[in-house]
């Protein structure tokens, strides 16, 4: 399953001998790490890269911002969107938490088939008071468990991509002349030094951790992205549902239903996709509440919806007519998973 909030992360801290940290020493170390995941294919070209600098004694006293920034083949030449970035970072005078972080879109494995997550790394390094080098990975996937997060054995998927973090693991520590830190465990797993530790022996903190935080997490930061209203349709059922799939230029964004037996109906973000399911999203769920002001029963509006005039930019429905999934959680699964 893809997530919205890490299974797990990784920590090494980096402390010279004399010299101080220039903010370059962060994006360099960002691009190595990013490297070295990039030769496992757990990071692809498309990675997106943001700068950020903020005051020590106030973070919300913010000098540098940018984010979004393209991973450029040469990223720290002359030149480049995140050189100008970090040149900038540069020229400030005093005590800053400067940091780079890496988006990286990547391939997790299952029966040798490939499957593409936007976000399935992200890497933070962090400059404390140009003394201190804290570097961090986070994984978007639980890809690497022996269990995935629905608490469901998975020995194929395990065995094709445990290694493949391990070994990254390891080089990262060679690169960094340092072993890792294991984050705390969470909701979804316990990071061990080279990668998780296994819960079929330990179990989970919780049961089914994807189901009952993902989908609430990944229904909250989608519906911040619209305006509060009570004009809408029911966001849960228990009855069968049927459903548009929206894809945009090639890719699948996310799922348009309504429920077959009762007032419900919605859309859900493929979260593989990023944040372009979110985005995405969000105008569909306005569609749906400009057909719950018409009057239009859940299945009225799914139609309608679909049907209206498209707008490129959010997608289109691939379908002629909706498919049908035997319940809302198996087509969440669905959007969650591939």
Same mark, same amino acid.
């Given at each position: 399953?893809?997530?919205?909030?890490?299974?797990?992360?990784?920590?090494?801290? =980096?402390?010279?001998?004399?010299?101080? +940290? *220039?903010?370059?020493?962060?994006?360099?170390?960002? =691009?190595?790490?990013?490297?070295?995941?990039? &030769?496992?294919?757990?990071? !692809?070209?498309?990675?997106?890269?943001?700068?950020?600098?903020?005051?020590?004694?106030?973070?919300?006293?913010?000098?540098?911002?940018?984010?979004?920034?393209?991973?450029?083949?040469?990223?720290?030449?002359?030149?480049?969107?995140?050189?100008?970035?970090?040149?900038?970072?540069?020229?400030?005078?005093?005590?800053?938490? =400067? /940091? =780079?972080?890496?988006?990286?879109?990547?391939?997790?494995?299952?029966?040798?088939?490939?499957?593409?997550?936007?976000?399935?790394?992200?890497? *933070?390094?962090? !400059?404390?008071?140009?003394?201190? %080098?804290?570097?961090?990975?986070?994984?978007?996937?639980?890809?690497?468990?022996?269990?995935?997060?629905?608490?469901?054995?998975?020995?194929?998927?395990? #065995?094709?991509?445990?290694?493949?973090?391990?070994?990254? %693991?390891?080089? !990262?520590?060679? %690169?960094?002349?340092? @072993?890792?830190?294991?984050?705390?465990?969470? $909701?979804?797993?316990?990071?061990?030094?080279?990668?998780?530790?296994?819960?079929? +022996?330990? &179990?989970?903190?919780?049961?089914?951790?994807? /189901?009952?935080?993902?989908?609430? @997490?990944?229904? $909250?930061?989608?519906?911040?992205?619209?305006?509060?209203?009570?004009?809408?349709?029911?966001?849960?059922?228990?009855?069968?549902? $049927?459903?548009?799939? +929206?894809?945009?230029? /090639?890719?699948?964004?996310?799922?348009?239903?309504?429920? !077959?037996?009762?007032?419900?109906?919605?859309?859900?973000? $493929?979260?593989?996709? &990023?944040? #372009?399911?979110?985005? #995405?999203?969000?105008?569909?769920?306005?569609?749906?509440?400009?057909?719950?002001?018409?009057?239009?029963?859940?299945?009225?509006? %799914?139609?309608?919806?679909?049907?209206?005039?498209?707008?490129?930019? +959010? &997608?289109?429905?691939?379908?002629?007519?909706?498919?049908?999934?035997?319940?809302?959680?198996?087509?969440?699964?669905?959007?969650?998973?591939?």
């Amino acid at each position: 399953m893809i997530t919205s909030n890490p299974v797990g992360d990784w920590t090494w801290e =980096v402390t010279p001998r004399a010299e101080a +940290i *220039q903010p370059v020493r962060a994006a360099e170390t960002a =691009v190595a790490v990013w490297i070295v995941l990039a &030769g496992h294919e757990l990071a !692809i070209p498309e990675s997106k890269v943001s700068v950020s600098a903020r005051a020590m004694g106030d973070t919300r006293d913010v000098r540098v911002e940018a984010a979004g920034l393209p991973l450029e083949p040469e990223p720290l030449s002359p030149g480049t969107a995140l050189s100008r970035a970090v040149a900038e970072a540069d020229s400030l005078e005093g005590d800053f938490l =400067v /940091g =780079v972080r890496l988006e990286c879109p990547g391939y997790w494995l299952e029966s040798g088939v490939k499957h593409r997550a936007e976000k399935l790394f992200a890497v *933070q390094v962090d !400059i404390w008071k140009s003394s201190l %080098l804290v570097v961090t990975l986070e994984t978007y996937s639980d890809a690497w468990l022996a269990m995935d997060t629905r608490d469901r054995e998975q020995p194929e998927v395990y #065995a094709e991509n445990a290694p493949r973090l391990a070994a990254a %693991l390891e080089e !990262i520590s060679a %690169l960094l002349s340092s @072993a890792p830190t294991p984050g705390d465990p969470n $909701r979804h797993a316990t990071p061990a030094v080279t990668g998780f530790e296994d819960p079929r +022996i330990e &179990g989970f903190a919780y049961d089914d951790s994807w /189901g009952t935080f993902e989908i609430p @997490a990944r229904s $909250r930061l989608l519906r911040s992205r619209v305006p509060a209203s009570e004009d809408e349709y029911l966001d849960i059922t228990d009855h069968p549902v $049927r459903y548009f799939t +929206i894809r945009r230029d /090639g890719q699948t964004l996310g799922f348009l239903w309504a429920s !077959i037996g009762d007032e419900a109906a919605g859309y859900e973000p $493929r979260t593989a996709a &990023g944040e #372009a399911a979110f985005e #995405a999203g969000a105008e569909w769920l306005l569609r749906l509440r400009a057909a719950h002001g018409q009057g239009l029963s859940a299945l009225a509006a %799914l139609s309608w919806a679909a049907q209206s005039p498209p707008r490129p930019e +959010i &997608g289109l429905a691939v379908e002629d007519t909706p498919q049908e999934a035997p319940s809302l959680d198996a087509l969440e699964e669905f959007s969650g998973r591939y």
